[in-house]
């Protein structure tokens, strides 16, 4: 079987092509389809590519919180539509805003209509057309690992190991004979346990010089589901680490957009917190606040502030896991939870330092006695602050229990090694879509 081409772009590529998309619609109707009295028709044309450029980017961060490159294969057609057209109807209020701004001149509504109907159209047929070639292209991969790792590996992907095609191997292939059987095969990813020495008699240059990637579990894992699972971490991963947001430049960088964050939504957030904490008293009195002992950057505790979402002394039979349908949970509570309301004081623990806007979810000391016995690296977490929201508070649920508790750290694992302002940017806007849906 000969190697297919694969369409399996990668998120960046969908972004990039999306934007050129919402450029090029920009661009080809105010010079082809507008009259002459048209704004952006009386500006030069560098003008012109930096208003489409604008453009481009208001409508990749509008796709970004509404979810239109999150997990699109699984959408219905007529939902990916909707979404493509309203990112650029959401896109184009920055355009106007930008045009207005610097050349104190709308556009007009009708090449705005124009504009945003071709970005909404030609970017749904793209998002379609790619995933359609994806569905029908699934990755090859030939596992050499026996029946335990291969069964532990699948459960580390969950569903997304069903939209894999696992090629069967051979019982017995000589390192003359692996290349050819990948090739016939159409094997296009080998996974090796990196821990086998069985595996030292494959010749891995002759298998990458024919185009076959070879990857362990772990970096598969990672790849394919942007998470690192713990029974996969040793010393010697730790000892790879690039701790990049500890770096004293990038801490300060960070801290400073933290601050203006977390000043900035406070700010914002008042009206919402005085209506909330008037809630609260109608239904249940005071305290109106809840101070809870964290555990923060490198183990040291500190207090976190939250609004009461609970009964009175809730917990007087000692610390309990967080789940869903919480019958301590008051019924204002819940709503505030939903919406997360009742995290808006912890704005103030950024803003004093303990913790950071985006960063692994702080746990508390007393339900993390068991859970360090069950999971050695569990507190890697905090080689970084915590933070007010993470990679896993959007990839995950609560963790309720031991087993969801390693599932979290699977992809706080992920964010430590992977930490950057870009992924920081990505979840706070991962963040915003699922307030938006009001998922908690």
Same mark, same amino acid.
């Given at each position: 079987?000969?190697?297919?081409?694969?369409?399996?772009?990668?998120?960046?590529?969908?972004?990039?092509? @999306?934007?050129?998309?919402?450029?090029?619609?920009?661009?080809?109707?105010?010079? *082809?389809?507008? #009259?002459?009295?048209?704004?952006?028709?009386?500006?030069? &044309?560098?003008?012109?590519?930096?208003?489409?450029?604008?453009?481009?980017?208001?409508?990749?961060?509008?796709?970004?919180?509404?979810?239109?490159?999150?997990?699109?294969?699984?959408?219905?057609?007529?939902?990916?539509?909707?979404?493509?057209?309203?990112?650029?109807?959401?896109?184009?209020?920055?355009?106007?805003?930008?045009?207005?701004?610097?050349?104190?001149?709308?556009?007009?509504?009708?090449?705005?209509?124009?504009?945003?109907?071709?970005?909404?159209?030609?970017?749904?047929? *793209?998002?379609?057309?790619?995933?359609?070639?994806?569905?029908?292209? %699934?990755?090859?991969?030939?596992?050499?690992?026996?029946?335990?790792?291969?069964?532990?590996?699948?459960?580390?992907?969950?569903?997304?190991?069903?939209?894999?095609?696992?090629?069967?191997?051979?019982?017995?292939?000589?390192?003359?004979?692996?290349?050819?059987? /990948?090739?016939?095969?159409?094997?296009?990813?080998?996974?090796?346990?990196?821990?086998?020495?069985?595996?030292?008699?494959?010749?891995?240059?002759?298998?990458?010089?024919?185009?076959?990637?070879?990857?362990?579990?772990? %970096?598969?894992?990672?790849?394919?589901?942007?998470?690192?699972?713990?029974?996969?971490?040793?010393?010697?991963?730790?000892? &790879?680490?690039?701790?990049?947001?500890?770096?004293?430049?990038?801490?300060?960088?960070?801290?400073?957009?933290?601050?203006?964050?977390?000043?900035?939504?406070?700010?914002? @957030?008042? %009206?919402?917190?005085?209506? $909330? @904490?008037?809630?609260?008293?109608?239904? =249940?009195?005071?305290?109106? *606040?809840?101070?809870?002992?964290? =555990?923060?950057?490198?183990?040291?505790?500190?207090?976190?502030?939250?609004?009461?979402?609970?009964?009175?002394? $809730?917990?007087?039979?000692?610390?309990?896991?967080?789940?869903?349908?919480?019958?301590?949970?008051?019924?204002?509570?819940?709503?505030?939870?939903?919406?997360?309301?009742?995290?808006?004081?912890?704005?103030?623990?950024?803003?004093?330092?303990?913790?950071?806007?985006?960063? #692994?979810?702080?746990?508390?000391?007393?339900?993390?006695?068991?859970?360090?016995?069950?999971?050695?690296?569990?507190? /890697?977490?905090?080689?970084?602050? #915590?933070?007010?929201?993470?990679?896993?508070?959007? &990839?995950?649920?609560?963790?309720?229990?031991?087993?969801?508790?390693?599932?979290?750290?699977?992809?706080?694992?992920?964010?430590?090694?992977?930490?950057?302002?870009?992924?920081?940017?990505?979840?706070?806007?991962?963040?915003?879509?699922?307030?938006?849906?009001?998922?908690?």
């Amino acid at each position: 079987m000969q190697r297919k081409e694969h369409w399996n772009l990668s998120k960046l590529a969908k972004l990039s092509v @999306c934007q050129i998309i919402a450029m090029v619609a920009c661009v080809t109707v105010i010079i *082809f389809d507008s #009259p002459t009295s048209e704004t952006l028709l009386q500006i030069n &044309r560098e003008r012109l590519f930096i208003y489409a450029s604008i453009y481009g980017l208001s409508f990749l961060l509008a796709g970004e919180v509404t979810g239109l490159f999150v997990n699109s294969y699984r959408n219905i057609s007529w939902k990916r539509f909707f979404l493509a057209v309203f990112s650029s109807v959401l896109g184009s209020l920055g355009l106007v805003l930008a045009v207005w701004i610097v050349e104190f001149d709308f556009i007009g509504r009708l090449a705005v209509f124009k504009i945003v109907t071709a970005t909404g159209i030609i970017s749904f047929l *793209f998002l379609s057309f790619q995933n359609s070639l994806s569905n029908r292209n %699934p990755w090859r991969v030939l596992t050499l690992l026996n029946d335990e790792r291969v069964k532990q590996l699948k459960s580390y992907l969950g569903t997304r190991a069903d939209e894999i095609t696992w090629v069967v191997p051979k019982e017995s292939s000589s390192e003359s004979t692996m290349v050819k059987f /990948c090739n016939e095969k159409g094997v296009e990813i080998l996974i090796l346990d990196q821990s086998n020495d069985g595996n030292s008699n494959i010749d891995l240059m002759a298998l990458l010089a024919s185009g076959v990637r070879v990857l362990g579990v772990e %970096p598969f894992v990672e790849s394919l589901s942007q998470k690192i699972p713990s029974a996969e971490v040793d010393r010697s991963w730790l000892t &790879r680490l690039d701790l990049r947001q500890r770096d004293p430049i990038v801490r300060r960088v960070k801290r400073l957009s933290d601050l203006f964050t977390a000043t900035i939504g406070l700010i914002l @957030c008042l %009206p919402i917190l005085g209506i $909330a @904490c008037l809630a609260i008293v109608l239904e =249940t009195g005071f305290p109106l *606040f809840f101070h809870q002992k964290r =555990t923060g950057l490198l183990g040291r505790p500190y207090i976190l502030h939250k609004l009461r979402t609970m009964q009175k002394n $809730a917990e007087q039979q000692g610390a309990e896991w967080a789940k869903k349908g919480d019958l301590r949970v008051t019924r204002v509570g819940r709503f505030l939870r939903r919406w997360r309301i009742d995290e808006i004081p912890q704005f103030w623990n950024v803003i004093k330092g303990e913790m950071s806007i985006v960063g #692994p979810r702080p746990e508390r000391p007393e339900l993390e006695k068991e859970i360090n016995s069950r999971l050695p690296f569990w507190m /890697c977490r905090y080689l970084l602050k #915590p933070g007010l929201t993470g990679w896993a508070q959007i &990839r995950f649920e609560y963790a309720s229990d031991m087993e969801s508790s390693e599932e979290k750290l699977a992809y706080d694992l992920f964010y430590i090694k992977n930490a950057s302002f870009l992924l920081d940017f990505e979840i706070m806007l991962s963040t915003l879509r699922s307030l938006t849906k009001g998922s908690r």
